[in-house]
Nanobody
Framework: VQLQASGGGLVQAGASLRVSCTAS????????MGWFRQAPGKEREFVAA????????YYADSVKGRFTISRDNAKNTMYLQMNSLKPEDTAVYYC?????????????????WGQGTLVTVSS
């Protein structure tokens, strides 16, 4: 399985940005897909996850109501739409894929990781 994240960039606070993750190498009907982020000097944290087959979604409290995770089955691509961005959202955003549906927020439940895309939000 290969994951390719893209779409990061520099935006001002309050702006919107969409990052994408294109997956290949498998069918993903039995996977969960997630976004994690890591800010400088901080540990990696869960952002959002989606169950590929059902579309069920999970969000960290810090992004709930501002971020939306989605997927396009035909393109094998997952998206993270980020609205009302804040400087504290600045981080490298990683996409991940994991077999099964157990505990989507836990990073140890993911088997494959993309290379990350940098999102910088200026104040």
């Amino acid at each position: 399985v290969q994951l390719q994240a893209s779409g990061g960039g520099l935006v001002q606070a309050g702006a919107s940005l969409r990052v994408s993750c294109t997956a290949s190498g498998s069918t993903f009907s039995e996977y969960k897909m997630g976004w994690f982020r890591q800010a400088p000097g901080k540990e990696r944290e869960f952002v959002a996850a989606i169950i590929w087959s059902s579309g069920s979604t999970y969000y960290a409290d810090s992004v709930k109501g501002r971020f939306t995770i989605s997927r396009d089955n035909a393109k094998n691509t997952m998206y993270l739409q980020m609205n009302s961005l804040k400087p504290e959202d600045t981080a490298v955003y990683y996409c991940a894929a994991g077999l099964g549906y157990v505990r989507p927020p836990r990073s140890s439940n993911y088997n494959y990781w993309g290379q990350g895309t940098l999102v910088t939000v200026s104040s």
